[in-house]
């Protein structure tokens, strides 16, 4: 157990070490002979150019530079460190199964790997011993029905499904009434993709949700929004209006292991406070973790 | 799309228009916005520094404070000097060789299979004769999602059933296309990160198989920072000759367009603007650059249109309204051309100031109403749809409930055809002079 956890640190550490280098590193290297200004401006650029976004950043130089007396190296880390984990602290909050039925609703835009974090989320329960079910209400995409049948294959849990073209509406009844009957502890119910400025997709999704509660009374319990570590600041466009339309209650942060700063997450965490549940590292049917703060800035900084 | 930059951009320029002059501190302050604008808008930071120091440059010169209408000026040099970074020229694909080979690369989630049945679709209707092949072997049913895709817009699709590696996909569909005769194959590869040198290796293989003359870098428009660092990585080992920029239709604001274009010096072929396979568009570097600004893009209006409208039954319309002869059915048949051209959003969006007076009025377009308008059509009878006069209120009430309105949206659309045939009456006999004055009494 212990090792497994050492294990995931590690891989999130090399996931993030380029954002690593991105932020400390060009402060590192220009560290002597610069004034206190100079390098907290370098100190802002690396920040925006990790996605952490132009306010966010503008907000943790200007602390810096507020309790900053001399310069020194160690303790300009340790104050950015402090400041970036009070950001991310605060949305730290592991999804908890406190429900039976617990429904969980995946939305997100197109691309951001909302059916392959379904398949990982599946896997994780199931082998905890957890009932799942999951439910294909992708039924727009070609061949979305079909891959999340493969990861249903790959984690041993059924998939209630429609024929493709459907309504998501009636894949999400469905897979409710089967939920119920065979007692299931877990439902993971995919949608289609949407950009968020759709009115008409975002009105579908709201259709879907209230199928849901009329179907399982409190449910969806969890509206998890995917989005994906290299988008840049809309993905707080994204949180917004998703989060409008039907409320989201947690973040699942994927492709954290390309070259992607994953900054965007402080920015999110700082103006939006929602809850951060998972984070991909990695297309291993276990890369899907917990978000930690702690470990999440020693390996960003 | 592209909203929000080109609305910091307008009251930026505004703000400096208002000043009758322009001086070196008022350029300074509409710099610094412009500036914070970019960088909101995801353009990578370094190409905004490049960006702000050559406006500056140019915008302190003497043609710009000296003018007559500095503010215009001010104007003319950020648009040019975005046109420029956004690569002058249109660039379209070279294709050499038979048959030729077109490879889609780039990050998972990109977009590359639904780019891969867009781009096939797009050339199909130019008249090639494209083959589309899937070589996406990783990720879960990535190949039959491009068979479907293909199956739908009428492609055909190599068969690579119980084939284990992408690079015999590869030689086998070469072969395959050269004796069927097909004159385009577009390869679609599976996403990985431009890091993974496993991977990057392959595609470096697949690339001395096909000799590919387009080797396309699909990338999401909503890429932050990093857009440029992947792109780099990508070039860097396969070459790519040029950028497709997927979701383009979202809000996002394209800074990604901005930066992959000056860091790689590869040019920006193709935008994706819409989820249907034929929302793909040829990217104008001069019209973007004006999109952002808020100019406005008549030209791929008038182009979409063009190509959407059919020109018999264009034809038959002009003669039916001289002979006063429109009916609701022809109305309904203008309503499935329109609705051909996308979404009202996207086809008012390209209407200059458009996005300015949907902020000022906060216009909120239902897309639901052409359908409704179709709907209630539907359930008429065709007598109906030729006379609307013998509507009376036991058809109109028969004719809402067929079709799931309300009388009074009946009566609405009935006005509304009336006011229609009014307008046409008033133009035939006003002539085409009569034409400005008309709608100078509408404005």
Avoid at chain 2, 134 to 154: C, G, I, W
């Amino acid at each position: 157990m212990f090792k497994r956890l050492k294990a995931g640190f590690e891989s999130l550490k090399a996931g993030l070490t380029r954002t690593h280098n991105a932020i400390m590193g060009s402060v590192e290297s220009t560290l002597t002979g610069v004034s206190r200004e100079v390098l907290l401006e370098r100190l802002e650029e690396s920040l925006i150019s990790s996605d952490v976004g132009v306010r966010t950043s503008a907000e943790i130089v200007d602390r810096l530079r507020s309790v900053l007396a001399g310069w020194d190296n160690e303790k300009l880390k340790q104050h950015l460190k402090s400041y970036i984990y009070d950001i991310l602290k605060v949305v730290e909050k592991p999804l908890e199964i406190n429900k039976s039925p617990f429904v969980i609703m995946v939305l997100g835009v197109n691309g951001v790997g909302k059916t392959t974090t379904i398949g990982k989320l599946a896997s994780r329960y199931s082998s905890e011993g957890k009932s799942v079910v999951l439910a294909a209400g992708d039924t727009f995409r070609a061949a979305a029905i079909e891959q999340l049948e493969g990861w249903g294959r790959r984690a041993g849990c059924p998939v209630i499904k429609q024929a493709h073209g459907g309504d998501p509406g009636a894949v999400a009844f469905d897979a409710m009434k089967a939920a119920v009957a065979r007692r299931a502890d877990v439902v993971i119910l995919d949608t289609a993709g949407r950009l968020h400025t759709k009115v008409n997709l975002m009105e579908e999704l709201k259709k879907v949700k209230k199928v849901v509660s009329r179907e399982v009374p409190d449910a969806p319990h969890e509206n998890l929004l995917v989005l994906d570590a290299s988008t840049g600041q809309n993905a707080l466009n994204q949180a917004k209006l998703f989060n409008e339309a039907v409320g989201v209650t947690g973040i699942a942060l994927t492709k954290l292991d390309g070259t992607a700063k994953g900054g965007i997450i402080v920015a999110i965490a700082g103006e939006l406070k929602i809850p951060i549940r998972f984070i991909g590292v990695g297309e291993g049917i276990d890369d899907l973790r917990d978000f930690d703060a702690s470990d999440f800035v020693e390996a960003l900084i | 799309m592209l909203e929000s930059l080109s609305e910091k951009f307008r009251k930026i320029l505004r703000d400096v228009r208002g000043q009758g002059t322009l001086s070196e501190s008022n350029i300074q302050e509409a710099l610094k916005e412009v500036r914070l604008a970019l960088l909101e808008a995801d353009v990578n930071f370094t190409v905004v520094k490049d960006f702000i120091s050559s406006v500056r440059e140019k915008a302190m010169g003497k043609d710009v404070l000296e003018s007559l209408t500095p503010g215009q000026q001010f104007t003319k040099v950020v648009h040019d000097e975005l046109t420029n970074l956004l690569g002058g020229e249109d660039a379209g694909l070279e294709l050499k060789g038979r048959p030729a080979a077109i490879m889609l690369v780039g990050l998972q989630g990109s977009g590359k299979t639904t780019t891969t049945a867009k781009l096939a679709l797009h050339l199909k209707k130019r008249g090639r004769n494209p083959y589309i092949v899937p070589a996406d072997l990783f990720r879960l049913a990535a190949v039959l999602q491009l068979k479907k895709l293909a199956s739908e817009v009428k492609i055909d699709c190599f068969d690579s059933e119980g084939m284990q590696n992408p690079p015999d996909i590869c030689r086998e569909a070469l072969r395959v296309a050269g004796i069927k005769g097909y004159d385009i194959i577009l390869v679609d590869t599976a996403g990985r990160l431009h890091i993974d040198s496993g991977l990057m290796d392959e595609l470096k293989t697949l690339k001395d198989i096909l000799r590919p003359s387009e080797i396309l870098f699909v990338a999401d428009s909503m890429t932050g920072q990093d857009a440029v660092n992947t792109a780099k990585g990508f070039d860097d080992v396969v070459g790519i000759t040029g950028v497709v920029l997927t979701k383009f239709d979202g809000d996002a604001r394209g800074g990604a367009a901005l930066s992959m274009r000056v860091t790689t010096g590869k040019p920006i072929k193709f935008i994706g603007t819409g989820e249907k396979v034929d929302c793909i568009e040829v990217f104008h570097p001069s019209r973007l650059a004006g999109r952002i600004l808020d100019m406005g893009d008549i030209l791929t209006l008038v182009e979409k249109a063009q190509s959407t409208f059919d020109e018999k039954q264009a034809q038959e319309l002009q003669q039916k309204i001289k002979k006063d002869t429109f009916t609701l059915e022809d109305f309904k048949n203008q309503l499935q051309q329109i609705k051909k051209l996308g979404s009202i959003e996207s086809i008012l969006s390209m209407i200059p100031g458009f996005s300015a007076m949907k902020q000022a009025k906060d216009v909120k377009i239902d897309e639901k109403e052409l359908s409704r308008v179709e709907a209630i059509i539907n359930s008429m009878t065709m007598e109906e749809r030729t006379n609307p006069s013998i509507l009376n209120a036991s058809r109109r009430q028969r004719i809402a409930r067929g079709s799931g309105t309300k009388v009074s949206d009946v009566n609405k659309l009935i006005n509304q055809y009336q006011d229609m045939r009014k307008m046409m009456k008033k133009l035939k006999k006003a002539g085409p002079r009569g034409l400005k004055g008309l709608f100078q009494n509408r404005m």
